[in-house]
C-alpha cells in the first residue's frame, strides 16, 4: 500500500491530488483560519508594501517599487510551496503526500465559498430582508451596496461568481496541472496581490501596475477556457447556449479587464440576462458596459442558475483534464 502510486507518472498523480482537493472543498469548504494560506500571503504583501511604498515617490519609482513587491512576493511563494513539496517528498507513504499536497490546493480553490455566499444573499433576497442582502453582498464586491435594489444585488452577486470562477477556480486548477501546487500557489499570490494593489486609484496607480499586469497575463488563458466551459455547461444545463455564444462574441471585449468579460458576458448570455452598468465606488459613480441582452429581469434565482453554471463548469474541467 505504501507503494500504490509508485512510479505513477506526475500527470496520474496531479489528477488525483485535484480530485482530492475538489472534494475537501466540497465537503469542508475554506476555514476562516489566520493560518490560511492566502491570509498569510495577503500578510507578506501588506508587510512588503509598508516597507516600500512612500507616497511621496514619483510615479516611476513607485512603479519600480510595485515590480520589487511582486518578485518578493511571488519567489518567497514559489520558495515556500516547493520547500513544502520536497517535505512531502519524504514521507514513505505516498498516499500520505498525495493527501497533503491535495489539502494545500483546496485552499487554492473556492468553489463552495463562492456557492455559500451567493446561497446566502439569495436566501436573504427571498426573505425579504434587503439591508441584510446589501450588507453581505458588500462582502464580496467593491462598490457601494447601500442603496442597491433587489435586481442590483442579483447583478453584483451573478457577476462576483462568474467572474470569480475563472480567479478562484479554473486558473488555480490550470496552473496545477502545468506545474504542479508551487505554480498554483504562485497563481494564488499573484492574483492576491491584483486584489489587494491592483487598483486604478490615486495609491495604486503606478505601485500596485505591475502586480494587476500580471494578474492580467495569468489569467488571459483561463477566461478564455472558462467562457468555452460556460458554453458547454449552457448545453448541459439546458440554457441558451447560442445567446451565450453570441453575447461572448459581442462583449467580451467591452469589459475593463482583458479577461474579465469572458465569463461575465457568457453567463449572461445564457441566462438571458444583461450584466454591468453603473455602479457607486465610494460615493462615485461609474458606467461599465452592459453584457448581455436584458430579456428577462434579474431575480434571485438567476444567483442559483449562477451557482449550478459555476460548478457544472468546475466539474467539466476536472472531466476534461482527466
Not at 502510486?5 to 480530485?19: D, E, N
Not at 462598490?143 to 461568481?161: C, F, G, Q
Not at 444567483?303 to 483534464?321: D, G, H, N, P, R
Request: hydrophobic fraction near 50%; charge should be neutral.
Amino acid at each position: 500500500m505504501a507503494h500504490l502510486f509508485y512510479g505513477a507518472p506526475f500527470f496520474i498523480k496531479s489528477m488525483i491530488t485535484l480530485i482530492i482537493a475538489f472534494l475537501i472543498d466540497t465537503l469542508i469548504g475554506d476555514p476562516r483560519t489566520k493560518l490560511h494560506p492566502v491570509v498569510l500571503i495577503g500578510n507578506l504583501i501588506s508587510f512588503t508594501e509598508s516597507i516600500l511604498y512612500d507616497p511621496s515617490d514619483n510615479n516611476k519609482i513607485k512603479f519600480a517599487k510595485g515590480l520589487i513587491l511582486v518578485l518578493i512576493v511571488i519567489g518567497a511563494t514559489f520558495a515556500v510551496s516547493v520547500g513544502i513539496l520536497k517535505l512531502t517528498e519524504l514521507i514513505d507513504w505516498t498516499l500520505i503526500s498525495i493527501f497533503i499536497e491535495a489539502f494545500i490546493l483546496s485552499f487554492m480553490i473556492s468553489p463552495k465559498s463562492l456557492a455559500e455566499a451567493g446561497k446566502e444573499i439569495y436566501n436573504l433576497l427571498i426573505k425579504g430582508d434587503i439591508n441584510e442582502a446589501r450588507r453581505k453582498v458588500g462582502w464580496i464586491v467593491g462598490r457601494d451596496t447601500d442603496k442597491l435594489t433587489e435586481p442590483e444585488i442579483v447583478r453584483a452577486t451573478v457577476e462576483t461568481i462568474a467572474e470569480n470562477t475563472v480567479d478562484g477556480i479554473i486558473s488555480p486548477i490550470f496552473f496545477f496541472m502545468i506545474g504542479g501546487l508551487p505554480l498554483a500557489i504562485v497563481y494564488r499570490a499573484a492574483n492576491t496581490m491584483d486584489s489587494m494593489i491592483g487598483y486604478k486609484n490615486d495609491k495604486y496607480l503606478y505601485f500596485g501596475r505591475a502586480a494587476a499586469r500580471l494578474d492580467d497575463i495569468l489569467n488571459y488563458i483561463p477566461a478564455r477556457l472558462t467562457a468555452m466551459l460556460f458554453i458547454v455547461t449552457a448545453i448541459i444545463l439546458h440554457l441558451d447556449y447560442k445567446n451565450a455564444i453570441a453575447m461572448m462574441r459581442r462583449d467580451a471585449d467591452k469589459h475593463p479587464s482583458p479577461n474579465g468579460g469572458y465569463a461575465e458576458s457568457t453567463v449572461a448570455g445564457a441566462l438571458n440576462i444583461r450584466l454591468g452598468g453603473f455602479n457607486s465606488y465610494f460615493g462615485k459613480m461609474s458606467f461599465r458596459a452592459y453584457m448581455g441582452e436584458a430579456i428577462d429581469i434579474l431575480v434571485p434565482n438567476h444567483i442559483l442558475k449562477t451557482i449550478q453554471m459555476m460548478y457544472t463548469a468546475t466539474i467539466l474541467f476536472i472531466i476534461i483534464i482527466i
